[in-house]
């Protein structure tokens, strides 16, 4: 019982002081579930990363699901889970009920407007994070993909299936190179 307690806390916690959505939650739960739980190593939080990723749903949601179920299994996911809405379910539950009254407020025009360039650095910074270790090329390939699927539209639907093949054709490849 304690153990989903510290899920669902550690999920709380993030979704209650993350502003920007998924992927400015993402180094919050990166610092959690690695160096202060010590749930998952550096290479297990990227795999799930990646498939949270391919996943449908908000990244961070499917995150925390991940998270809790490889920890305490359906219970661990729906801890992880309730964690990561409740807080910005009741922020936009009170959001609705009163921000028509202060939308026009300067300062909270300010605030707004304060906040944009901490979110766009929480979003970049998993990001470089992610490239420790990859080979310059994986990168070259990455940013290509961005610049695609940002200056010409391209779904990333495609990228993801043509990722998943490529990798599929590698390990093929490797398996009879060892076979061999």
Not at 25 to 40: A, F
Not at 81 to 93: D, H, K, R, T, Y
Not at 143 to 169: K, M
Request: no cysteine; aromatic share 12%.
């Amino acid at each position: 019982m304690r153990e989903l307690f510290n899920i669902f806390w550690s999920f709380l916690k993030i979704g209650a002081f993350t502003f920007g959505g998924g992927y400015a939650m993402i180094p919050l739960i990166q610092h959690e579930v690695i160096h202060n739980r010590r749930w998952l190593s550096e290479r297990e939080f990227i795999d799930l990363l990646t498939l949270a990723q391919a996943a449908p749903g908000p990244i961070a949601l499917n995150t925390a699901v991940f998270v809790g179920y490889k920890e305490r299994k359906y219970l661990g996911a729906l801890a992880a889970v309730l964690g990561v809405v409740v807080p910005s379910f009741v922020i936009i539950l009170l959001v609705a009920i009163f921000f028509n009254n202060i939308r026009q407020n300067p300062w909270v025009d300010a605030a707004f407007r304060g906040m944009r360039p901490a979110v766009v650095a929480l979003i970049v910074a998993p990001i470089v994070g992610l490239t420790k270790g990859m080979h310059w090329s994986l990168i070259a390939v990455a940013l290509a993909v961005a610049l695609a699927v940002w200056y010409w539209g391209i779904s990333p639907i495609l990228f993801l299936v043509a990722g998943a093949l490529v990798g599929i054709l590698i390990a093929a490849y490797r398996g009879k190179e060892v076979r061999k």
